[in-house]
């Protein structure tokens, strides 16, 4: 079975420039996660996607980030402007969904490498 | 709000020790807890998922508990090899399933 799919793996931008990340899930994971990963620090939920709706987007910075995902499949997360303190890595995790009573593993991507000069 | 505490924040022992991780969580809610381990420059790989019913995994060489009217949980690494060497994570799932995070532990295992 292919795993979490990500690209760019790395990418080097200015400030005040836009960026966009791509993530392609494990076939048939209904629900798919953006995470943030600051250096030193455990990831953080961007956003979470079941099919195409958007279950919870409470921690995305919505002045400067968005997401979508078209079809119930691919995702892409984009920031515009960045800012430095958006250097981190980005994680596109997923998971089956298996109802209200039991989660399941999630299942993570090798992330991007976000750099913010 | 759930928070996920990890000690210690680095660890170094010599090849061949056995060795404990901790985990601790402030709302023992919680669905199933995880641990992952995370290569330098790689993304997370799921190492044991614990469901909140259940008081243990194994896998291998790996052992993790779960006490949830403490709000606790360790990663118990046996035998330690220096492959072993990594960040390992745990994280416990919010209401909508998404995982709250510690900070990790830094493990290096010497030869």
């Known amino acids: 079975e292919a795993g979490v799919a990500q690209s760019p793996r790395y990418k080097i931008i200015e400030k005040r420039q836009s960026v966009a990340f791509w993530c392609n899930p494990i076939s048939g994971h209904a629900t798919l996660y953006w995470y943030q990963q600051i250096l030193g620090q455990g990831p953080k939920l961007l956003i979470q996607f079941q099919n195409n709706g958007v279950v919870d987007d409470s921690q995305l910075p919505k002045d400067r980030f968005s997401a979508e995902r078209l079809k119930g499949v691919d995702s892409t997360l984009k920031i515009q402007p960045a800012k430095l303190e958006d250097s981190a890595v980005y994680l596109c995790?997923?998971?089956?969904?298996?109802?209200?009573?039991?989660?399941?593993?999630?299942?993570f991507g090798p992330g991007t490498r976000l750099t913010v000069l | 709000k759930q928070e996920v505490t990890q000690i210690p924040a680095a660890l170094s022992v010599p090849e061949g020790e056995n060795l404990v991780l901790n985990c601790s969580f402030t709302?023992?809610?919680?669905?199933?807890l995880q641990w992952f381990r995370q290569d330098p420059g790689k993304g997370l790989t799921s190492l044991l998922l614990i469901q909140s019913s259940q008081r243990e995994q194994t896998s291998g060489r790996l052992n993790a508990s779960l006490d949830k009217s403490s709000g606790r949980s360790t990663l118990y690494i046996a035998a330690s090899q220096p492959g072993d060497s990594a960040t390992y994570l745990c994280a416990v799932p919010n209401s909508g399933y998404a995982l709250n995070f510690g900070k990790g532990t830094s493990l290096l295992v010497t030869p």
């Open positions: 709302d023992s809610a919680i669905y199933n």
């Open positions: 995790a997923s998971s089956h969904y298996v109802g209200r009573t039991r989660s399941d593993t999630q299942y």
